[in-house]
């Protein structure tokens, strides 16, 4: 399969990406944001609608997109985000060293060559600039369940995932790349306030505390001077 047809097939999955409101992996990286970044020029890849990037455009924040799908681009422009067409599979339309922040929410595993996806973002931020990646957990406490009674994992193993990842390999694949880990979150443990309030609460604190076993990975990691090659 060529970079053509995977983009065509996560074209046709686009309005899958939209069903989650209030997304918690949203409002924890909104709140380290807010405590430990200054406001610059801010990469949101696969920015889909722009519901990640709309509330730091108010606050202050440069945001820029990178999105293929024409609506998604349209909506994203409507809310104040610097949107440029073209595919996280290929070389980023921007210059080396542009950005202060890049995030990657839930779009390494739609990779196929996810080593150049993460030099991509290397080039593309500043020096010290923070990278923040979110990603399916292949080992989540709920996918350990469904394994063990033959059952395929939910939410990383999906037709147009092509990578997978437990928190040895994020981590090893992000600092491979020349960055370091500052901080290792999740999203949640089994269940988040969109599903119910006071357990989801308990859910989401889980997720921070106990990341190994939450759904989706939060990784927070800062670009080093110097690359290191391996």
């Not at 455009?57 to 422009?77: H, P």
Request: hydrophobic share 35%; aromatic share 16%; glycine share 6%.
């Amino acid at each position: 399969m060529n970079n053509n047809q995977i983009i065509n097939q996560q074209v046709s999955h686009y309005d899958d990406y939209l069903k989650i409101k209030n997304n918690p992996r949203y409002k924890k990286v909104w709140k380290f944001l807010k405590f430990n970044t200054s406001k610059g020029k801010l990469l949101d890849i696969g920015c889909t609608n722009g519901d990640f990037s709309e509330p730091l455009v108010k606050n202050g924040y440069d945001c820029y997109g990178l999105e293929y799908v024409n609506k998604a681009i349209k909506e994203s422009t409507e809310k104040g985000i610097k949107v440029i067409k073209g595919s996280f599979l290929e070389k980023f339309p921007f210059e080396d060293e542009f950005f202060d922040v890049v995030f990657a929410g839930e779009v390494i595993e739609h990779t196929i060559d996810d080593k150049f996806f993460l030099e991509e973002i290397f080039r593309v931020l500043k020096k010290d600039g923070l990278l923040i990646l979110t990603t399916p957990n292949l080992v989540s406490f709920g996918n350990r369940f469904l394994m063990v009674l033959g059952k395929m994992p939910r939410f990383a193993y999906n037709e147009f995932h092509y990578r997978f990842y437990n928190k040895r390999i994020v981590i090893r694949k992000i600092e491979d790349s020349g960055f370091k880990v500052v901080k290792f979150s999740s999203n949640y443990v089994l269940i988040s306030t969109f599903f119910n309030k006071f357990i989801g609460y308990i859910g989401e604190l889980s997720g921070s505390l106990l990341p190994s076993f939450g759904e989706n990975f939060i990784a927070y990691a800062r670009k080093n001077n110097e690359k290191i090659n391996k």
